[in-house]
């Protein structure tokens, strides 16, 4: 493994299928404001690496619920945390990812939204059903570049229409429908579309907000989630997790040409669809009465590229909504099967993991398609402000407890537990209520609660994340500190300590040497050994990458293998990285600068 594909496919896995629809779509409808949440990420990205990382190496950990167990001890935020894990994968990932796989399709081929829904999961299906997380990670290097390659051709085109960047600006605020209500604002591009930073109190993205309230999900989705850690943990080195990292760093400036900006063109081209302002003509258009433009980028590929290209273009998205499920399936199969069902069934063996394993990813996927609806009735219509709304209400007190957990060493498990229940349940709460208390149209009156009216998700998240952070300090505060196991390597100023052995474990140790006779051992190796699999059995096995292998007790749960990625780094490429890092940083910055 090399530092390119696991950068590469931090990147593809970010940048999904419904990532093209949602900033392409975003981007028609309020202009550049979107790639705020793109260039935030060139920062937190490396906080993986530089930060985060360390801590989760020194730790030897397989999954992040795995990591929460072992920092603060006992079972019960293990299991929360993973299930909290799989419901943020339903509503904020599978869903929206083959509903946007879906709308293109749909624009294309015409079919109906569900029927391409089922046909997406059959051809990610196809290749899925064998592979494993070294699978998933070269193939996402391989259609990172065909991602790149359809959209920069695309972008070139679409700049070629309008006569280049002064182009862009000058027509994008006469990207006006035709048919509209004069009254009110409703089919008119916003004046602060070309900014970056915005009226604290009446925009779509205040800048207070956008500066504090995105970064702390942010946080959550590039330095805790399962689908992202689990790639930069399969690195060689530390040297080649930075390289990752810093690779898909750089990467993250490009959506904003990619994504963003062909999707405001695709307003000033196709005005009365992408930016149609009344419900039965958006109806007509897409099937939305909310709005259309979700079908910003598709509607470039299908009506602006010639044949051949929209083949590639087709080819693009396709390869974007298979790095991000599969990516997805992984690491909801992984979280599922090591965190929950081991835990119920802690002797299961490797068929029934891999079986147990494959079966919740349909579960996964039937769920997921329920929810589709309402990822298309919410936030008026637009894709991405549903996805970072959700994250909103749901990422920050998971964020707030890894943190605490990784820098705060007094910290302790009633802390953290209570700080995640009562911040879910206040997240949760805003979620339902911004459900049933859909945001009005441009010609409606706002009547919503004054918590939905005035509170901005963004200032949502501000205010979930302090309160969440109040309630583990105090509780923690006021109950007995973690014991030394429960510090030692598990936080980033203990993270080089020497390895400390439980007396429970040792005591386990001693029972399974006494337990196990020669004579136990020969006759269950001869069992195994003489045991015949059925062909059927075998033909599963092998098609799902598994092979018989004798064991000295098949009932005994299999062992992730040991972590290999070390914390050791060669000096001279240690400053290499370290002036990317700064080189990265100082990039980042010049474009928030610019854009503000």
Known sequence: MIWW???????ASNVGSGHFI????SGAASGIAVTAYEWNGMFIVLLLAWIFLPIYISSGVTTMPEYLKRRFGGKRIQIYIAVLYL??????KISVDMYAGAVFIQQALHWDLYVAVILLLAITALYTVAGGLAAVIYTDALQTVIMLVGALILMVFCF???????????????????VRDTNTSCGLPRQDAFHLFRDPVTSDLPWPGVLVGMTVPSIWYWCTDQVIVQRSLSARNMLHAKGGSLFASYMKVLPFFMMVLPGMISRILYPEEVACADPEICTQVCGNALGCSDIA???????????GLRGLMMSVMIAALMSSLTSIFNSSSTIFTIDLWRYFHPRASEWELMIVGRVFVLVLVVISVLWIPLVQASQGGQLFIYIQSISSYLQPPIAIVFMAGCF????????AFWGLVLGMLSGCIRMV???VYTAPQCHEEDTRPAVLKYIHYLYYSVILSVFTLIVVVVVSLATEPPTKENISRLTWYTR???????????KTVDNDRDSASPDRQQLSTMEDSHKPDSKVKSAILCICGLERKNERNSQEPPKPEPNTCSLDEDPCKKHIVNANLIICMCTAVFLWAYFA
């Open 22 to 25: 949602g900033l392409a779509g």
């Open 87 to 92: 419901f943020i994968y339903i509503f904020t």
């Open 5 to 11: 594909p696991v950068g590469a496919s931090l990147f």
């Open 160 to 178: 070629i229409q309008v006569d280049g960047w002064e182009g862009l600006q000058d027509k994008y605020f006469k990207a006006i429908p035709t």
């Open 297 to 307: 980028y598709p509607m470039l590929v299908m009506k602006l590229l010639p044949v």
């Open 408 to 415: 705060w060493k007094r910290t302790n498990e009633k802390g």
């Open 433 to 435: 209520l911004d459900f």
């Open 496 to 506: 080089f300590d020497k390895p400390v052995q439980s007396a429970l474990e040792i």
